[in-house]
Each structure stands twice: as C-alpha cells, then as structure tokens.
C-alpha cells in the first residue's frame, strides 16, 4: 500500500513539474520505461492520450534500452497527470500502475532476466541487488536497504525523481515477480527527491 494523500490531478502535474526543474541532462532513464508508461496511458486514456504526452514530452520513436533524459519521461507523466488524474481512480492509482508496468518491463528485460537468474527466487537477494539493478535502469540517485529482519526492510531512495506511490508498484511486483508471498510496501515520501519503503513478506 502507499501511504500519503491523494492528489488531484492538477496537483501531481504541478509536483512532477517541480522533479523536473531539478533535473539536468546529464539525469536519464531507460526508454523500456517510457513506453510501459505510455502504454498505461493508452489503457486508460486512448491513443489521444498518448499522441498528446508524447508531442509534449518530444519523444515518438523510443528505443527501450536507450538512456533518455528523466526530464522528458517527467513532462510526459505529467501532461497524463493532467488528462486523467480527474477520473475515477485518482492519479496515484495511475502512478502505481505505471510503477507495475516499469517492473514488468525491466525485469522482461535482458537485465532483469539476469538479475532474476542472480537472485535465484529469493526476495532478500533480490532487494540486495535492486541498488544495482536501479543503476542499470537509470542514471541517477542512490538507493539501498536497511534489514530490519529476515524478511523486511527499509528501502531507501535520495535523489529519485518519481514520487513514492510509482515506487511502490514497482518494488511490490518485483518481489513478487520472486515468489515473495503477502508482499506488503508501505511508502513515504521525506522530501521532493527523498522517499522511503517498508517491505515485509513472507
């Protein structure tokens, strides 16, 4: 679950255009996530949806292993915010199926069948390794966990630009992508780029 409040949509679009002004070039993300995240935008906004946050965000023909500037990927979800944070469901609801969606990509992956191959099943080598595997999915930031016991953790993220609930989806389909059984990811976001998770299972 993600703890916190709930934004509107005008209000996630105005916090992720605050993540982007502190990027910098130099600050890039795989292209597998830009097109997971478009491809949430297609199910639940439709192809107008998609055709409108790729023009913004300057992106059309997107290689999925290629590094692009984070910035981008901030614009895009952010114009996505604005389209379909009014609906039913709420704009978290859309970042965490984002975040599901980039697990399911990166771990489809070349790096993340490798990194499935490494852990052999097991969620606590796999959440020692996801500071590793982050660093192979992006340019940016520092990641790493406390152990708080044999099967639970604090997972720690400072200078990350996507909120907490993305986070959460992404973290919970990894362990479970591991077998992990009762996965429980509890997140809180300590400053704009600084957040934290509690996962347990069992």
């Given at each position: 679950?993600?703890?916190?409040?709930?934004?509107?949509?005008?209000?996630?679009?105005?916090?992720?255009?605050?993540?982007?002004?502190?990027?910098?070039?130099?600050?890039?993300?795989?292209?597998?996530?830009?097109?997971?995240?478009?491809?949430?935008?297609?199910?639940?906004?439709?192809?107008?949806?998609?055709?409108?946050?790729?023009?913004?965000?300057?992106?059309?023909?997107i290689n999925?292993?290629?590094?692009?500037?984070?910035?981008?990927?901030?614009?895009?979800?952010?114009?996505?915010?604005?389209l379909l944070?009014?609906?039913?469901?709420?704009?978290?609801?859309?970042?965490?199926?984002?975040?599901?969606?980039?697990?399911?990509?990166?771990?489809?992956?070349?790096?993340?069948?490798?990194?499935?191959?490494?852990?052999?099943?097991?969620?606590?080598?796999?959440?020692?390794?996801?500071?590793?595997?982050?660093?192979?999915?992006?340019?940016?930031?520092?990641?790493?966990?406390?152990?708080?016991?044999?099967?639970?953790?604090?997972?720690?993220?400072?200078?990350?630009?996507?909120?907490?609930?993305?986070?959460?989806?992404?973290?919970?389909?990894?362990?479970?992508a591991v077998?992990?059984?009762?996965?429980?990811?509890?997140?809180?976001?300590?400053?704009?780029?600084?957040?934290?998770?509690?996962?347990?299972?069992?």
């Amino acid at each position: 679950m993600y703890v916190g409040t709930e934004v509107s949509g005008g209000g996630a679009a105005w916090e992720l255009e605050q993540r982007r002004l502190a990027a910098t070039e130099d600050d890039q993300a795989r292209g597998m996530f830009f097109q997971g995240a478009l491809h949430v935008i297609a199910c639940l906004g439709g192809e107008g949806a998609v055709a409108r946050c790729k023009g913004v965000a300057g992106v059309w023909e997107i290689n999925p292993f290629h590094l692009y500037p984070v910035s981008r990927y901030l614009r895009m979800v952010s114009t996505a915010a604005r389209l379909l944070g009014p609906g039913s469901r709420g704009f978290d609801e859309v970042l965490l199926r984002m975040g599901e969606q980039a697990s399911v990509d990166f771990l489809s992956s070349l790096f993340g069948r490798e990194l499935l191959a490494e852990t052999t099943g097991s969620p606590r080598l796999l959440v020692d390794a996801m500071a590793d595997s982050y660093r192979m999915a992006v340019s940016y930031g520092e990641r790493y966990p406390l152990w708080t016991g044999e099967r639970s953790a604090r997972f720690v993220m400072r200078r990350d630009f996507m909120p907490a609930v993305y986070h959460v989806g992404v973290l919970r389909g990894a362990l479970e992508a591991v077998g992990a059984r009762d996965v429980k990811v509890r997140g809180r976001q300590v400053a704009l780029l600084e957040s934290e998770y509690e996962l347990s299972w069992r």
